[in-house]
């Protein structure tokens, strides 16, 4: 963990940023409970599930951690947004009207606020969750359903995420990053009023050029946890 930071705070001297405007999200999707708990142990404050239930059981088994934020960073499936709503601290993968609307209801009815990011397809491809926003033309045919979102008195917008495609080398992701920047500079000029100051994006493979880019999450699991096992991933 202290080679990771130091990684990071390496990345945030290069473009500028202070290292403390970074949050590390320790991935540990398809972990079992006892490398969640080491991982928290060794300092992990800001813990990152793909899957509801998985989470749902490593919070529940680990509620002695009571300071841990547990963060879905995975696509949420709308008959998993109750789960969602009443466990999690914060929700990276907001990615369709529908599940905004179910999740404010659930929100509501735990009279809970949560925490979300909005999650864009920056890449283009078919495979990838979230709003189309490869073309930049076509941008302004996003606020229609992000009007809707942001009168949804139990979400509170709070920003972007982004999966570019897999690349090769670190490098090839920055092309992606900086387009979620432009997209978050240009829903900042549309929305003045709204808090859209935090970027999820980038992983064990380019966390570095996501910080250069302007990231303030960045989400790393193998580097710090190892390989998943999936024999414990959830099957939705």
């Known amino acids: 963990m202290k080679r990771l930071w130091k990684k990071i705070a390496s990345s945030a001297n290069r473009a500028?940023?202070?290292?403390?405007?970074?949050?590390?999200?320790?991935?540990?999707?398809?972990?079992?409970?006892?490398?969640?708990?080491?991982?928290?142990?060794?300092?992990?404050?800001?813990?990152?599930?793909?899957?509801?239930?998985?989470?749902?059981?490593?919070?529940?088994?680990?509620?002695?951690?009571?300071a841990v934020e547990w963060h879905m960073i995975g696509h949420v499936q709308s008959r998993k947004?109750?789960?969602?709503?009443?466990?999690?601290?914060?929700?990276?993968?907001?990615?369709?009207?529908?599940l905004a609307k179910r999740l404010d209801r659930f929100c509501g009815e735990a009279k809970r606020v949560l925490p979300v990011l909005l999650e864009f397809n920056v890449g283009g491809e078919e495979s990838k969750s979230g709003w189309n926003a490869f073309d930049e033309g076509r941008w302004q045919e996003l606020l229609g359903e992000l009007n809707e979102i942001l009168l949804l008195p139990n979400l509170q917008v709070r920003g972007l995420m982004a999966m570019p495609p897999i690349g090769a080398v670190a490098e090839d992701s920055r092309q992606f990053f900086v387009k979620l920047k432009r997209l978050q500079e240009f829903l900042m000029r549309q929305y003045p009023q709204v808090d859209f100051s935090e970027l999820s994006m980038g992983t064990s493979l380019d966390y570095e050029v996501a910080i250069e880019e302007g990231a303030t999450f960045v989400r790393v699991g193998t580097a710090i946890v190892g390989e998943r096992n999936y024999k414990n991933m959830e099957r939705e």
């Not at 080491?38 to 749902?56: H, Q, R, S, W």
């Not at 490593?58 to 009571?66: E, N, R, W, Y």
């Open 81 to 98: 947004a109750q789960l969602v709503a009443e466990n999690f601290n914060f929700l990276h993968s907001l990615d369709s009207l529908k």
């Open 16 to 66: 500028g940023r202070n290292v403390e405007s970074i949050k590390l999200v320790v991935v540990t999707k398809s972990q079992p409970v006892e490398v969640v708990r080491a991982a928290i142990e060794a300092g992990a404050k800001v813990l990152g599930e793909n899957y509801a239930e998985e989470g749902v059981t490593k919070i529940q088994s680990l509620v002695d951690f009571s």
